[in-house]
């Protein structure tokens, strides 16, 4: 006789790992990029003002619906690629999406 199970997965666990993973594959990569492309170095004043920009923006989302809200990062992220250039602007941009850390991480119920 054959016995049969079925797979259950713990949903918000497998969230919580999910973004972990994905929270250190971006910091590694963005490091990556950082150890091997110096172009960003040429322009410290603007990619701090850049990365200042991309937090503020951040930190204050635009509530569209109960469960969605609008960041507007690429707002920082045009004017950056349009004044110092793509390299720099990327950092600043990678730093929101790899960090997250203006924001406390969700905790589903």
Request: net charge positive; proline share 6%.
């Amino acid at each position: 006789m054959r016995v049969t199970r079925s797979l259950t997965i713990e949903v918000p666990r497998l969230l919580a790992i999910y973004a972990r993973v994905m929270r250190v594959a971006g910091l590694g990569l963005a490091a990556l990029i950082l150890l091997t492309d110096h172009r960003w170095a040429a322009h410290p004043i603007a990619c701090l003002v850049l990365l200042g920009a991309v937090f503020l923006v951040r930190a204050a989302p635009v509530r569209l619906s109960k469960y969605s809200y609008l960041t507007q990062t690429g707002i920082p992220a045009l004017a950056g690629a349009l004044t110092v250039g793509p390299r720099s602007a990327g950092l600043e941009t990678g730093s929101d999406f790899c960090g997250g850390m203006t924001r406390p991480p969700m905790r589903i119920a």
